[in-house]
Nanobody, 126 residues
Framework: EVQLQASGGGLVQAGGSLRLSCVAS????????IGWFRQAPGKQREGISNILISDGTTKYEDSVKGRFTISSDKSKGTVYLDMNNLKPEDTAVYFCAAEFGFLGPLWGSSSSYEHWGRGTLVTVSS
């Protein structure tokens, strides 16, 4: 059974940092892409980053480029999202998702991913 467990959310002041973790199990980690999404109240879920585990290729949505970094630890089956210089508009529930193979330009679409974990809340105060 595929399982994804996101953690690391919390309350942080603007300009601060957080590290989110997504622990994956139940599938061959190397064969998958892992995406991070977020959903703010009243807004649609948006894809913010993706990593192809096999070769480490990464993607970022424009609003997080230069502030967020996605990485993976194959030995732990874990994907991280390091978030720096956080802004109040980054406040949202953050989710990780997994899909087999390379997603190309569809990496940011929630419909591209079959497997989802529960979200973790990130709140950035001004």
């Amino acid at each position: 059974e595929v399982q994804l467990q996101a953690s690391g959310g919390g309350l942080v002041q603007a300009g601060g940092s957080l590290r989110l973790s997504c622990v994956a199990s139940g599938f061959t980690f190397d064969d998958y892409s892992i995406g991070w999404f977020r959903q703010a109240p009243g807004k649609q879920r948006e894809g913010i980053s993706n990593i192809l585990i096999s070769d480490g290729t990464t993607k970022y949505e424009d609003s997080v480029k230069g502030r967020f970094t996605i990485s993976s630890d194959k030995s732990k089956g874990t994907v991280y999202l390091d978030m720096n210089n956080l802004k109040p508009e980054d406040t949202a529930v953050y989710f990780c998702a997994a899909e087999f193979g390379f997603l190309g330009p569809l990496w940011g679409s929630s419909s591209s991913y079959e497997h989802w974990g529960r979200g973790t809340l990130v709140t950035v105060s001004s």
